[in-house]
């Protein structure tokens, strides 16, 4: 049987923080992708978040690209109320690739999150109990999802007779199931032995996390669906980083994000816009579904849906 830890705190978190994000640059060539701002804070920090809701205080964070800035900026996690180390994936070779680099950090079940997807759960802890049954070693998180598309982009699963994940599908061609993978994990540590295993792909030429899933239940370890995600927003070009801090700032009731330290003129108009500390809007400017970082001047004019930072507005579509 899979021992559930009788206390969530003896769980580890685990986030996958160390890639380049060459897609949503030119933010990514100054900021590591899990450190861009969603409202007030990084989404690294909304993960952290969620985690230590459920009990976790023992999180290790994958960091590559610039990750000397998630260091220097979270540490050891204490203003968190959490304990934070590292491990470094010192090339991008794949999700496998970064999950076997935590070997030697890991020695519990862990919780994994993708670093660069918003997730908006329901009963995350159902994960937990789940993993806690007869048999069950690894839970995936699952949504019910319409697009088919969205499935191609992602994975499937296909169930047995008992509701055990039998398949898993990278990428499905013709999706036979509404069900697609969300980027967000529970394993049993023995996970390892399945991802020393995992051979590159042909195509991509990297190590697949959901090969080493599928080797994981071939060797007889029971995986468990969990349909525990109402929404989860990639972060992977510009527009995903302005459409989630603007569906972020819907849920929150307001009309406007305007951080203490942010310049407004008065005659400014501004509606749904996030306006970090240490930005200056002038007299006159209309702004619409912007955001604005810190350090940034707008003197004049009208401007929609732009991202503004370090000088170089961008204008998503």
């Known amino acids: ?19 380049k994000g060459t897609r949503i640059q030119p933010f990514s060539q100054q900021t590591p992708k899990p450190m861009l701002p969603i409202l007030d804070r990084p989404l690294l920090v909304w993960q952290i978040e969620a985690m230590r809701e459920l009990g976790i205080r023992d999180i290790v964070v994958v960091i590559g690209h610039l990750g000397h800035q998630i260091v220097s900026a979270l540490g050891d996690g204490a203003k968190l109320g959490v304990r934070l180390s590292y491990v470094e994936q010192e090339t ?15 020695d519990r079940p862990f919780l994994l999150f993708l670093g660069d997807i918003f997730f908006e759960t329901r009963n ?43 398949r898993v599908i990278e990428k499905p061609r013709d999706p036979r199931t509404d069900l697609k993978g ?9 996970i390892f032995d399945a991802v020393r295993r995992t051979p590159r792909t042909a195509l991509r030429d990297e190590y697949e996390l959901t090969d080493s899933i599928q080797i994981f239940i071939d060797y007889g370890y029971g995986v468990l669906p969990a349909e525990v995600v109402e929404r989860d927003l990639n972060l992977s070009t510009p527009s995903d980083l302005l459409d989630l801090n603007l569906h972020v700032l819907s849920k929150s009731g307001r009309a406007n994000l305007v951080q203490d330290g942010a310049e ?3 005659t400014a108009r501004l509606s749904r816009c996030v306006v970090h500390a240490g930005a200056k809007i002038g007299a006159g400017v209309e702004l619409d579904a912007c ?14 849906r732009t991202i503004f930072s370090a000088g170089q507005p961008v204008i998503c579509k």
Not at 182 to 190: D, E, I
Not at 291 to 304: A, M, P, T
């Open 264 to 266: 407004v003129a008065p």
């Open 92 to 106: 991008m070779l794949g999700i496998a690739h970064a999950v076997r680099q935590l070997e030697p950090a890991v």
């Open 182 to 190: 969300c980027g967000l994990y529970l394993f049993h540590p023995n």
């Open 1 to 19: 049987m899979s021992r559930i830890p009788s206390n969530r705190s003896e769980l580890q978190g685990v986030i996958l923080a160390a890639g």
């Open 124 to 166: 995350l802890g159902s994960m937990l109990e789940m993993y806690g049954r007869e048999g069950v070693h690894g839970v995936l998180a699952v949504k019910r999802e319409p697009s088919k598309d969205a499935i191609r982009r992602n994975f499937t699963v296909d169930l047995d007779e008992r509701g055990f994940v039998r």
């Open 291 to 304: 955001l604005v970082l810190g350090g940034e001047l707008i003197g004049g004019g009208r401007h929609v």
